[in-house]
């Protein structure tokens, strides 16, 4: 048993953290460079999960903590949950589904340059090709182009009920990042902005305000490296713990994400400044692969 | 990272279950005092006399010598089967035992470990004064130096199992004149000395497990001092440490137990239809996973790098905070029937009102806030 990362994994995640660092400043994350993906793909990071490359899920989780930090590009979640279960290379974008499932409506993230879409049909990933001139326009994530597909197109299953359990993980992995985030631009700002002659970091009730917020991301990270050990072991219990990740990463963020605004103050709720793209993003991973209570009380069938 | 456990250590627990579901007494821990008393000592020395005390203490002073996740793997079987609470020897076994092995000399570890281990001596902490809570470097209790003799003044409060107790950890001012956390020593206090009094107060639970003591020239030899004279804080700062880290792991593990027996009474009780209900539970059981998840990162770490990190702090406030509202939360369940409650019963109302302890002792929750912003985030400190 052995829940801290090895030194593999350790120098894996030091070096995403330089590249993101370089080259995927958060402040940036509404206009990135249009050869991103490209980059990312050179980087690896596209192709790390395809079958051939056996991966653990939990040097994944990892990385994609990293990614998620940066408010790194939603289609990093579907594309590698596609080159692990279809084996199919290049860009897929992301999709949500109307909860019914039957037609209606289909949002899409992240579309150009996808020739596929994954998104989960009653739990269980599955994906549909899309027409090859899909674009997008920034929906309340600002980050992501967004499209609608309506009627929704057929979806076909792949790989079994792990598939949907790794997409899910992996949005806890971003979840946990931005989590992350937001808890390190209050901090910093805590530390530089200056009210009543000292750091508002001084006050009490900011400093409160920052120790809660790194008191949910050490629960939201512990419980997702178990979750993804728990994936890899093919322990029974996966799908609660990663059920468990999902709702401790996604309050996390959420809550980290409100938290930072309120620290910044009046420059928090500017479209300038950068608070409301973790704010943003927080809600949007909230409805990738949503948590199922009856799996949370152990109750599912 | 992995989550298995090694053949080795799945062998280790597999003893670790065999004897406690042959061990494991029948009878509860007793409320009245010395009827507990009696039941801790016993059920320790049976502990220790099966090899199960002190599993990751040196073997020269009576442990096993073995490795902190064996330590865990036994406290989560002992959980599970239900074991009591280790009571009266709490102290002991989870701070001033690891603070003497830490700091003390080799004469007073080969004469109080054994001792603790096996149950023949009740530690008690004398840190808390009446105007020394949560700022503990205001102590005022003085130690005059004549000869080789200690001679001991003041008063200590809120001193759990203090009319108990064989010996206190104790830190006072030795340095006349001296300020804050300068000049302070920690000291091995015999609690039978002459001018020691302990008057024991009553909690709002109707026990009383705690007590304000008195030194009234208390005469302590000053061979009882560890980890050098005028050193206290720093010793007294090791005791805080296991006291906040370790020392809780049995609790972290307990409150799995408690989420999955309060899920099933919902469901015996049909309360588990009501949607808030049934949306706590859910999010405590996440919050649960995650506090085991925690404390096994904990250890990994421990493990690699010979300490805890620094999110032990984090896990301290998390832990107490989340048994709160598993306390709240089997209320809720109870519903009007807590109206009876009367002094004596042990029961989940007695538990809850005992449970505002864990935001209190040991550092309030408010001073754990303090110290995860300022040591993990780097924010100033304002104390
Ligand atoms: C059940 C129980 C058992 C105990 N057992 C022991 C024992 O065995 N040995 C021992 O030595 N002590 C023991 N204690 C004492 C415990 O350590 C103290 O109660 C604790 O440190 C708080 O001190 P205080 O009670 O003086 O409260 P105070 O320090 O007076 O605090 C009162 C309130 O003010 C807040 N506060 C104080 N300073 C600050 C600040 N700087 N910023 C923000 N808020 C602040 C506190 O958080 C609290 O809410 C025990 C306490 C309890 C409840």
């Known amino acids: ?301 | 990272m992995d989550i298995t456990f090694s053949p080795a250590e799945q062998q280790f627990r597999a003893e670790c279950r065999d004897w406690l579901h042959d061990n494991v007494p029948d009878q509860r821990r007793p409320m009245d005092a010395a009827d507990a008393l009696d039941f801790d000592k016993a059920w320790q020395r049976r502990l220790f006399d099966a090899g199960w005390a002190g599993i990751n203490w040196p073997t020269e002073y009576g442990g096993r010598g073995l490795s902190i996740v064996q330590q865990v793997i036994w406290l989560e079987e002992y959980a599970n089967a239900n074991a009591p609470w280790i009571g009266a020897n709490f102290v002991g076994v989870n701070h001033g035992g690891p603070t003497l092995i830490l700091n003390a000399s080799d004469a007073q570890k080969a004469y109080h470990l054994p001792r603790i281990l096996r149950g023949e001596a009740i530690w008690c902490q004398g840190f808390s004064e009446p105007g020394a809570g949560s700022d503990l470097a205001g102590i005022k209790t003085r130690g005059r130096i004549e000869g080789n003799e200690l001679v001991i003044t003041g008063s200590k409060i809120w001193t759990s199992f203090a009319h108990v107790a064989d010996w206190q950890e104790l830190v006072l001012r030795t340095e006349e004149g001296s300020q804050r956390h300068k000049g302070l020593s920690w000291v091995i206090c015999p609690m039978h000395a002459p001018g020691i009094e302990v008057r024991t107060i009553r909690k709002m639970s109707g026990q009383t497990e705690f007590a304000q003591v008195f030194y009234d020239d208390v005469r302590i030899p000053l061979d009882n001092v560890v980890g050098g004279l005028c050193n206290g804080w720093k010793v007294a700062m090791s005791t805080l440490s296991f006291e906040r880290g370790t020392g809780f792991i049995a609790d972290q593990v307990k409150q799995s137990e408690e989420v999955e027996e309060l899920l099933e009474r919902a469901r015996q009780t049909g309360a588990l239809k009501d949607d808030r209900i049934a949306e706590q539970l859910a999010q405590l059981r996440a919050e649960v996973a995650a506090l085991r998840a925690m404390t096994y990162r904990n250890i990994s770490q421990v493990v690699r790098t010979g300490q805890p990190g620094a999110e032990s702090s984090v896990i301290r406030l998390f832990t107490s905070e989340l048994g709160q509202r598993l306390e709240r939360m089997a209320l809720l369940l109870a519903g009007d029937d807590i109206l009876d409650f009367r002094y004596g019963d042990d029961n989940l109302v007695a538990e809850y009102l005992r449970g505002f302890a864990a935001t209190i002792a040991g550092g309030t929750a408010q001073i754990q806030r303090d110290i995860i912003a300022e040591r993990l985030l780097g924010l100033p400190k304002s104390r």
């Open chain 1, 1 to 301: 048993m052995d829940l801290t990362p090895n030194d593999e994994q350790v120098s894996f995640i030091s070096a995403t953290a330089k590249w993101c660092a370089d080259n995927l400043p958060l402040d940036g994350a509404r206009s990135r460079p249009p050869a991103l993906w490209q980059q990312l793909e050179a980087m690896g990071w596209t192709g790390m999960t395809a079958p051939g490359m056996d991966l653990d899920h939990a040097t994944e989780a990892l990385v994609l903590a990293e990614l998620g930090r940066h408010l790194a590009p939603i289609a990093l979640l579907s594309t590698a949950v596609t080159a692990r279960w279809a084996g199919q290379p290049g860009k897929t974008a992301l999709a949500l589904l109307d909860k019914d499932l039957t037609g209606g409506l289909v949002r899409v993230f992240d579309a150009p340059g996808a020739t596929h879409a994954l998104g989960l049909v009653g739990g269980l990933a599955a994906i549909t090709p899309l027409p090859s001139d899909l674009g997008g326009e920034p929906g309340l994530d600002l980050t992501v182009p967004l499209a609608h597909l309506d009627p929704a197109p057929p979806f076909s299953p792949i790989g079994g009920p792990d598939a949907g359990l790794h997409l899910q993980l992996l949005a806890a992995a971003f979840a946990v990042g931005c989590a992350d985030a937001a808890r390190d631009m209050a901090a910093e700002y805590a530390k530089l902005r200056e009210q009543f002659d000292r750091p508002i970091g001084w006050f009490q009730a900011l400093k409160h305000i920052c120790s809660d917020s790194a008191v949910r991301c050490e629960v939201a990270r512990s419980q997702l490296y178990y979750a993804a050990g728990a994936l890899d072991a093919g322990d029974p219990g996966a799908a609660f713990h990663i059920a468990a990740a999902k709702q401790l990463a996604d309050q996390a963020a959420l809550e980290n994400a409100r938290a930072n605004v309120q620290v910044h103050g009046g420059i928090g709720m500017t479209d300038e400044a950068a608070p409301h793209l973790c704010l943003k993003r927080a809600h949007l991973l909230s409805f990738i692969a949503p948590v199922r209570r009856d799996i949370l009380l152990g109750e599912a069938a």
